[in-house]
């Protein structure tokens, strides 16, 4: 029976994209809440670079050198940002809007040059195709699980591992930076290891929902979830439920007007922003409208 | 390479090129100083939804309604950024960020809608994700063209408004400007640049299309005009460069070609321009702080000299060495290249002496005078 949940190609898209969702709201908390989301964004572009070089190297397309890869990409990219930033010359933001374009640009001329007939072309790497997740399949044991999910497993675990045991050196290294670097707890290394870890999952998820649409999994659930709460455990918890309900939600959409499953499900964590936003009893227009009317 | 430029497909795309330079570096160096370059970034992704309703309105490619449309989705992006900025608790990155990644799902799903239709026109839609200069066409010029002169026109009325919101917006407030339109006006016109690099580099590109210019002009110049104009040449220069590069290889993109040049442009900007480049600082601090040695050297010399009473005082270099924690050898020696030391001997069994020239003498007097501090014979 578990085997045939493993090949129902719905129970898989479902599953992958509830994974991707998890994931990066994960990771995506603490960079909306360090004011580094645009971060996701340059890694998750940047990371065509670093996919290219490695299957050029080993022509691997997915599995563990891919994921190591990706991970090395997403940490030079901030590092040449943050080398660019440091002449000061230039405005942070500005570095960010340097650094991946030229990344991205070289791993598109890679692409062009060696690798023109492969199956990483740049329209899967930027929008990915959740649909066909269970076609790629890999045995596991004695189960038939699909590439996707059993990668997106790994990360997902992984980042949970980071954020439960690091809980409390991330949370002070989040709000009070200056402290966290006084009492020893490496503030550089746990956002370095935070980045890394958000070019894995990028890199897990580009298969499924492809490098743009990512990002709306690391941002849109995170900034969704701190207009609801002020605590962050909270937070974790409720931008968890919201990208797995955006992925969930998509599905059925997607199916119904027969476009694409992973855009619908980056659109849906649009709709409940939104929702949020207008709704929200403490932070949203209406709430703090109430709040207002009743302090009169 | 020039004489690609008699290709009639070629000059087509070259003189696109010129006009995606101008717009980009005329319009990103004011996002470049007002912080908002990662603005461009988000519009240019936000063009993706205009596209596929724009093609949906006009039910062909065409490039008119493709960039009317691209124009409105970012601009409603852009006033979507500053109103949850504004009225709620997200912050800028963020706020950014969602209206990128939430508009571009938004396009996704359009481009698979369109794809569904079985349109036979729909034809390279995609191909504004990437830019696909080759297929531009003599009557896109016309909308590309007819925007960047939008965007220029609109730039020289306004340019003194435009300059103090950028600078001072405190100020321009207080003098009655109404400073929450034109920065809004401002912040919408990046997606001026961004319509007319659709064809070129397409959406996913852009973002170094409207910063790289204008952070590699700040480097050369002080005043914004100065800055707009070198912008704007390096766009120009960038684009035709890249479009020329890659219409002699085969297989190579125009958009990717014409990013990494203006990423080597910034490159070397931001090393080699003079008095603000990260090189020519470097060479000046060093050059800073060999003469900050040499005229300590001389002045300690003068004071050991001052104290035995003897001009011609010869110092033993290794106990200037211990004196200053290093070896002073090399100190030395371009003093003496420069007449201010000789070298002198004490007694022949010790090690090397030096003793202040008459020039030398007078060079530290010069410098403890400067310093305020009187010498003391």
Request: a neutral charge.
């Amino acid at each position: 029976m578990i085997a045939s949940f493993f090949l129902q190609p719905v129970a898989m898209i479902l599953l992958t994209g509830a994974l991707v969702a998890a994931a990066g709201a994960l990771v995506g908390t603490f960079l909306v809440l360090q004011r580094n989301s645009m971060l996701s964004d340059a890694i998750s572009h940047s990371i065509v670079f670093g996919i290219v070089v490695v299957w050029l190297l080993t022509h691997a397309q997915s599995g563990p050198v891919q994921i190591l890869g990706a991970a090395l990409t997403g940490v030079l990219t901030v590092f040449l940002t943050e080398l660019v930033a440091g002449t000061r010359r230039v405005k942070r933001d500005a570095a960010i809007g340097l650094v991946f374009p030229a990344l991205f640009a070289a791993g598109v001329l890679l692409l062009n040059l060696y690798a023109r007939d492969v199956h990483i072309d740049t329209h899967t790497v930027l929008l990915g195709e959740i649909g066909f997740v269970w076609l790629d399949t890999m045995m596991l044991g004695s189960l038939e699980l699909p590439q996707a999910v059993v990668w997106m497993s790994v990360v997902t675990l992984a980042n949970l591992i980071y954020v439960l045991m690091f809980y409390k050196e991330l949370k002070l290294a989040t709000f009070d930076p200056q402290l966290a670097a006084a009492l020893g707890f490496a503030p550089t290394a746990l956002f370095y290891v935070l980045l890394a870890l958000t070019s894995t999952t990028a890199v897990a998820a580009f298969d499924a929902v492809g490098a743009v649409l990512f990002i709306a999994f690391v941002i849109v659930p995170p900034a969704t979830a701190y207009l609801l709460t002020d605590r962050l455990s909270l937070m974790l918890v409720y931008s968890v439920l919201i990208g797995v309900a955006s992925s969930l939600s998509g599905y059925p959409v997607a199916v119904m007007f027969d476009v694409s499953v992973g855009g619908t499900m980056a659109a849906m964590t649009g709709v409940f922003f939104l929702l949020a936003f207008l709704l929200g009893p403490r932070h949203g227009l209406l709430g703090r409208e109430w709040q207002r009317r009743r302090g009169e | 390479m020039l004489e690609l430029l008699g290709n009639f497909t070629v000059q087509t795309v070259v003189i696109g090129a010129v006009f995606l330079g101008i717009a980009s570096g005329l319009l990103g160096c004011f996002a470049v100083l007002r912080q908002q370059s990662l603005m461009g970034d988000t519009l240019a992704h936000a063009a993706l939804p205009g596209v596929c309703i724009g093609f949906l309105i006009a039910g062909s490619r065409h490039l008119g309604w493709i960039m009317a449309g691209a124009l409105g989705t970012a601009v409603v992006a852009a006033l979507f950024v500053q109103m949850v900025t504004r009225h709620s608790r997200i912050k800028t990155d963020a706020g950014l960020g969602i209206a990128l990644s939430v508009s571009f799902a938004l396009g996704v799903v359009l481009l698979t809608y369109i794809q569904g239709q079985s349109n036979a026109s729909q034809g390279g839609l995609d191909s504004f994700l990437f830019g696909q200069a080759a297929a531009t066409q003599r009557e896109d010029l016309w909308f590309m063209g007819g925007v960047t002169l939008v965007a220029l026109v609109l730039v020289m009325l306004c340019w003194k408004q435009f300059k103090l919101v950028t600078f001072d917006p405190l100020f321009a407030g207080s003098i009655g400007l109404p400073v929450v339109v034109l920065e809004s006006v401002l912040t919408s016109m990046i997606a001026l640049a961004v319509v007319v690099g659709l064809q070129m580099v397409g959406v996913v590109l852009m973002t170094a299309m409207v910063i790289a210019p204008a952070v590699a002009a700040r480097q050369w110049v002080k005043q914004l005009h100065h800055m707009v104009i070198l912008a704007v040449v390096f766009g120009i220069i960038s684009g035709v460069i890249g479009v020329l590069i890659s219409a002699s290889v085969r297989h190579l993109a125009t958009g990717p070609v014409v990013v990494l040049v203006i990423s080597a442009i910034v490159a070397v900007s931001i090393l080699l321009s003079p008095g603000r480049g990260v090189l020519w600082s470097w060479i000046h601090r060093q050059r800073e702080r060999r003469t900050i040695g040499q005229r300590q050297m001389l002045t300690t010399m003068y004071k050991l000299a001052a104290h035995h009473d003897d001009p011609y005082y010869p110092v033993e270099r290794s106990m200037l060495d211990s004196f200053y924690g290093v070896r002073t050898d090399a100190i030395l020696k371009r003093l003496h290249n420069q007449g201010h030391v000789a070298p002198a001997s004490h007694m022949p069994t010790e090690g090397i002496h030096w003793t202040l020239t008459d020039t030398g003498y007078s060079e530290a007097v010069r410098i403890l005078q400067s310093i305020g501090a009187e010498p003391s014979p």
